[in-house]
């Protein structure tokens, strides 16, 4: 099940956001991106279309973005294994399942600069 928030922003500006862009570029074939959200989310709704942009700016393949959709009692594939309270999270793993990073809705950065600069951090 794919999540319509996931769908890009068509109004946003990779201009704006080209560090992030080429943060997440770089690591385009090495990365899993996990997205847990719902499309009944305020939050999701506000965050993932702007993710969904960034990732696909940045040549992220599809493969690589896994969208899970909750309902509205936050309940779906990987919630238990994952521990995910809050949404939208977005789990970063290497292709061996190992998490790099995690977005929770509470940070204060939009996910694609938030992703990016822990990334940079990261590897």
């Given at each position: 099940m794919s999540l319509e928030t996931?769908?890009?922003?068509?109004?946003w500006d990779e201009a704006s956001y080209q560090?992030?862009?080429?943060?997440?570029?770089?690591?385009?074939?090495?990365?899993?991106?996990?997205?847990?959200?719902?499309?009944?989310?305020k939050d999701c709704r506000k965050l993932l279309p702007d993710l969904g942009a960034a990732l696909e700016a940045a040549g992220v393949p599809d493969d690589r973005i896994e969208e899970y959709a909750l309902d509205e009692d936050k309940q779906g594939p990987g919630v238990s294994e994952y521990?995910?309270?809050?949404i939208p999270t977005v789990v970063v793993e290497t292709?061996?399942?190992?998490?790099i990073i995690r977005f929770v809705e509470s940070e204060d950065l939009p996910p694609a600069i938030w992703?990016?600069?822990?990334?940079?951090?990261a590897l």
């Amino acid at each position: 099940m794919s999540l319509e928030t996931m769908q890009p922003n068509p109004t946003w500006d990779e201009a704006s956001y080209q560090e992030a862009v080429d943060t997440l570029a770089a690591h385009d074939d090495e990365l899993v991106y996990k997205v847990w959200g719902g499309d009944w989310c305020k939050d999701c709704r506000k965050l993932l279309p702007d993710l969904g942009a960034a990732l696909e700016a940045a040549g992220v393949p599809d493969d690589r973005i896994e969208e899970y959709a909750l309902d509205e009692d936050k309940q779906g594939p990987g919630v238990s294994e994952y521990d995910i309270e809050y949404i939208p999270t977005v789990v970063v793993e290497t292709d061996d399942g190992e998490e790099i990073i995690r977005f929770v809705e509470s940070e204060d950065l939009p996910p694609a600069i938030w992703l990016a600069k822990q990334l940079e951090e990261a590897l």
